[in-house]
């Protein structure tokens, strides 16, 4: 939603597979949120702290809202939960739709479909939040490989 949290958490640990991978100068990643509350702000300190335990490091990124060009731009639009994945394909293009995507299908074995918000709990949900993306991610990069390259 805000981009300060769950996305970050998730464009970090991608960015992190993408590199172990040697496919950095290939895979474009961004993230950005479905509202405007945090627009210019770094990741929330919990992510921060979460991230850098697990040797990634958020501190460079600044959340945005979604554009227009977004659904374009990326060949996939990966949303947390069941709102943001609606209100994307609110704003989507028609002939994008097929992009937008819930980002816990990539890890369909954890048997869950949404990354929960971790903002007004405890330090145990940014660690699941950390353990979901990053599982989500590994799926990712496996599809991309299949079908990109």
Do not use: W
Request: glycine share 10%; charged share 30%.
């Amino acid at each position: 939603m805000g981009n300060i949290c769950r996305s970050p958490t998730a464009q970090g640990a991608f960015e992190r597979l993408v590199d172990e991978a040697g496919l950095r100068a290939t895979i474009g990643i961004d993230s950005a949120g479905t509202h405007d509350y945090h627009v210019g702000k770094p990741p929330d300190h919990r992510a921060q702290e979460t991230a850098l335990r697990r040797g990634v490091d958020l501190s460079g990124q600044r959340a945005r809202q979604v554009e227009n060009l977004d659904f374009e731009r990326f060949d996939y639009i990966l949303a947390m939960d069941h709102q943001n994945h609606a209100a994307l394909l609110r704003d989507c293009p028609a002939d994008h739709r097929h992009k937008v995507r819930l980002f816990l299908e990539f890890a369909a074995e954890l048997g869950e479909d949404e990354v929960p918000d971790p903002y007004y709990g405890g330090q145990h949900g940014f660690d699941h939040v950390f353990d979901l993306v990053e599982a989500a991610g590994r799926g990712l990069l496996e599809e991309i490989r299949r079908r990109h390259l």
